[in-house]
DNA sequence: CTTTACTGACTACAAGTGTAATCTTAATTT
DNA sequence: AAATTAAGATTACACTTGTAGTCAGTAAAG
């Protein structure tokens, strides 16, 4: 099956090569490591070889075209991004992580649209929400307060 | 100088490790390798070397008491967490931050509490909040929308 | 005092990652 | 046709990470 994969795991320097692709929808190899090389001090055989890893792990497909490859994207960034992000708050303590989601938006520059989406959003969630989220870090439950 | 090192950076497996002992405040190995082995299926040697391996970072501090050694958390657990959530969005487009954490926090169950100062800060922003957060994908400024 | 058991140290090893050089083949230029 | 260039493939290499075995020393038990 696996209608939508998005489970490549893309390393962080991956990661720049896909913004890039991602963005143009679709690129050659040498309009990347163009892009890439003023971006970084990556030396153009570095650039090749993370967009190579990337077809390995199946996040960008290639199209012969004559001489060159085209390449383009086989997931989506904003499925990728909500991944990633839901993955790394996922393995934090479940108690704290409004904090971090607090202190991370504070230091964001977010649209005005984005941040009256998000309003929303939090507002519609503040009905069912629970009067307290328990800290999961140990097996049984100490309630975050078991001291050693 | 280093006041504060938030530097250091852990690992998934190591981040596991860290949250038992932010949550215990301290505690010697015997109870984190106890704790652990109920939550994953390592062998008491793996946690061993994620010990290690954290206090050489200089995540966890070593107190010798007696035979054994007290381990305590050398950087705090919401500083952490913070950047480390940072850090990952800093690597994002920067124009589809604001989706990814809408979709987070619809994935995410959160505190009242959490979500209403959430609610609150973001309420803040709004004021200033730019009408719109372009793509930094690209090195010029193609405003994501340059066809390839 | 000797044996046992547990703690921490050392060693191991494959896979992933960041970074890059070199090689090969095919195309472009002279 | 020969020489140069460029694209992708192959190879390299150190460091990190996940996962774990083994060793050595000291304290506890007999």
């Not at 075209?65 to 086989?74: A, D, S, V």
């Not at 230091?107 to 999961?136: G, K, M, N, R, Y």
Request: hydrophobic residues 40%; negative net charge.
């Amino acid at each position: 099956m696996a209608t939508t994969e998005v489970t490549a795991t893309i390393s962080d320097a991956e990661w720049r090569v896909m913004r890039v692709v991602w963005t143009l929808k679709q690129a050659d190899s040498r309009t990347i490591i163009a892009l890439l090389e003023k971006q970084h001090d990556w030396k153009a055989p570095t650039i090749k070889t993370l967009i190579g890893r990337l077809v390995k792990k199946g996040a960008l497909a290639t199209t012969k075209q004559g001489r060159q490859f085209i390449y383009t994207p086989q997931i989506q960034e904003q499925a990728a991004m909500d991944a990633a992000l839901l993955g790394e708050l996922n393995q934090m303590c479940a108690m704290h992580r409004g904090t971090a989601l607090t202190h991370v938006v504070d230091q964001l520059e977010l649209s005005h649209a984005d941040v009256q989406t998000l309003i929303t959003h939090l507002e519609q969630q503040l009905a069912t929400a629970p009067a307290s989220v328990p800290c999961d870090c140990l097996p049984d439950d100490c309630e975050g307060s078991c001291e050693a």
